[in-house]
């Protein structure tokens, strides 16, 4: 019995120094480094730079920029991938289409923003044929999706990347929580089909689904391959313009940087708490239920 | 006749990125406003016969890493995610793992750095498993947390019950009910170090030259027949995993495994 008590003990542990620690001694240094407490430019404590990154615009104005991208690629993903899963439910489960919707789950952000680039760019495939069949006239009349200050390019991106898993998503939750008898019952109590879109399908899957969806807001928030390639330098996203502030060649950028990494941080663990206690429901498993 | 011609157009839209990026890794060329580039061959597929050559030493660094994150993953999660389980602050435990799950790779690794500069780890191929595991470790945890339940517990007291050792209760027991789990999650957390750019190249100070460390310096050189085809080689192992089986390419949170 002594024993098990140790093991658990040391699995405890294990998990609090990999998971805990690094992330706790990482924010100490990089909080320390913000007041200039330690680091090469160090010259004893200040707040300038915290006060430089919350009064000014650049970091609101990445939270910003980051969070639209976000809202925008996860809704329109939501109204394509509502529909395919509602429309196509029969082929989602076998056939070729159950296979062929995986295929873009294999593509990396870096690979899908490659090929979006070299597909939707100026110069690229869709302004070839645009070209070729006479629909443009030169390069310069084909509109900018590429490093556009809208960040459609990202948006796009993020859409084809996201879009297939919402599908499955929502597949998989119409089969499990068996929405399809909900519907029936609600036939006989003489329901149209539109309510039983707005009032059956539409609040199951997304009430099962609502959590995940919030998660998928926060990891195209801070996605950085994407924009890294197909954005541009103003407005930024968090993530690229956090690690350019660290690896400019101004040394008094870098705590700026770390203000930055630190206040994303402490966002996202306040959304994550938020969440925690919103839907309590999610976080709990069959042995604590 | 509509809803099937859409599907059809739909799984052709699917497959045609990875048509693309197979015939610009094997063209030279590609003056605007050509359609197709002007020279098709195998020219740059010859890395294949080169092992010094930068694409061939990337696609096995790549492979090393991501099989050495995925295994220690793998193996250590599975271990310690079960005390985490059936532990009395589990709740607690699953919102830690959630925090590093949810931040960017890439603000982890410029948190990290410091220390991974101080113990001598940046642009070693050490410091990159051990970056890319901490990212990776709280993902394997969450997968497995969906996994134990009082069912598989039940089991477990059982085989204690029936004189079994521990070691016969994880060999003969707890081992092969684990069996999809353990595959799940080792391809998943194959896949996301597979995946990774910000925090390899930030840990890796660009010495690691792992495949999408690759993409992103081809970009830079301009170089897109290069870049294309280190795309290509990215997107395969993950294609081969969706041959064998799909449910392993994909991780939905509370769902059974």
Redesign the interface.
């Known amino acids: 019995m002594k024993k098990l008590y140790n093991?658990?003990s040391f699995?405890?542990l294990?998990?609090?120094i990999?998971?805990?620690l690094?992330?706790f001694?990482?924010?100490v240094?990089?909080t320390l480094?913000s007041f200039e407490i330690v680091g090469i430019i160090n010259s004893g404590f200040t707040t300038k730079h915290w006060e430089d990154i919350i009064q000014g615009s650049a970091f609101w104005s990445s939270i910003g920029f980051s969070f639209y991208v976000a809202i925008c690629s996860v809704v329109i993903s939501l109204i394509f991938a509502l529909a395919?899963a509602l429309?196509?439910k029969k082929?989602l489960q076998k056939g070729?289409?159950s296979?062929?919707?995986?295929?873009?789950?294999?593509?990396?952000?870096?690979?899908?923003a490659?090929?979006m680039?070299?597909?939707l760019s100026k110069?690229g495939?869709l302004?070839?044929?645009g070209?070729?069949s006479g629909v443009l006239e030169d390069?310069n009349s084909f509109p900018a999706l590429i490093n556009d200050a809208y960040g459609i390019g990202i948006i796009i991106t993020s859409v084809v990347l996201i879009t297939?898993?919402f599908v499955?998503?929502f597949s998989?939750i119409y089969h499990t929580e068996n929405i399809e008898a909900y519907k029936e019952l609600a036939t006989t109590f003489g329901a149209s089909k539109r309510q039983l879109l707005q009032k059956v399908t539409l609040p199951i899957l997304l009430k099962k689904s609502s959590?995940?969806i919030y998660?998928f807001i926060?990891?195209v928030m801070?996605?950085?391959?994407i924009p890294?390639?197909l954005g541009r330098q103003s407005p930024q996203m968090?993530?690229v313009a956090?690690?350019q502030k660290?690896q400019r060649f101004n040394l008094y950028d870098i705590p700026k940087?770390?203000a930055m990494?630190i206040l994303?941080?402490l966002i996202?663990?306040s959304v994550?708490?938020f969440l925690?206690f919103r839907n309590?429901d999610?976080?709990?498993?069959?042995?604590?239920k | 006749m509509i809803k099937r011609t859409l599907q059809y157009g739909f799984i052709i839209s699917i497959g045609f990125p990875v048509v693309f990026l197979l015939v610009l890794s094997l063209g030279r060329r590609w003056a605007y406003p050509n359609i197709l580039p002007e020279q098709i061959s195998f020219a740059n597929w010859e890395f294949l016969q080169q092992s010094d050559s930068k694409l061939f030493q990337a696609f096995f660094v790549s492979l090393g890493i991501s099989l050495c994150v995925a295994v220690f993953v793998t193996a250590l999660g599975f271990v310690i995610s079960k005390f985490i389980a059936y532990s009395q602050r589990r709740n607690t435990f699953l919102v830690l793992a959630y925090i590093p799950y949810l931040l960017s790779p890439v603000i982890m690794a410029i948190i990290f750095q410091y220390y991974f500069i101080i113990t001598g780890l940046t642009g070693t191929f050490l410091g990159v498993i051990i970056a890319q595991f901490l990212v990776a470790f709280p993902f394997g945890i969450i997968i497995y947390l969906n996994f134990w339940n009082a069912q598989l517990k039940s089991m477990e007291e059982l085989s204690y019950t029936l004189g079994g050792s521990r070691w016969q209760t994880y060999k003969k027991v707890l081992l092969p009910l684990s069996k999809n789990a353990l595959m799940l999650c080792f391809f998943q957390v194959f896949l996301i170090s597979w995946f990774e750019y910000g925090l390899t190249n930030l840990i890796g100070s660009g010495k690691i030259r792992t495949l999408t460390v690759s993409v992103f310096n081809f970009v830079t050189e301009a170089n897109i027949f290069y870049a294309a085809l280190a795309c290509f080689l990215l997107i395969l192992p993950p294609m081969l995993l969706l041959y064998i089986n799909k449910r392993f390419i994909l991780f939905v949170e509370k769902t059974e495994l």
């Open positions: 093991i658990k699995s405890t294990l998990f609090l990999i998971v805990v690094p992330v001694c990482g924010l240094y990089a480094y395919m429309s196509w082929n070729a289409l296979t062929a919707i995986y295929l873009p789950l294999c593509f990396p952000g870096t690979v899908m490659f090929f680039f070299q597909f110069s495939f302004s070839r044929l070209f070729a390069i297939p898993f499955i998503l998989n959590v995940t998660l926060i990891f801070g996605s950085y391959e890294l390639l968090i993530s956090t690690v660290i940087g770390f990494s994303y941080v996202i663990m994550l708490l925690y309590r999610y976080f709990k498993s069959e042995t604590t």
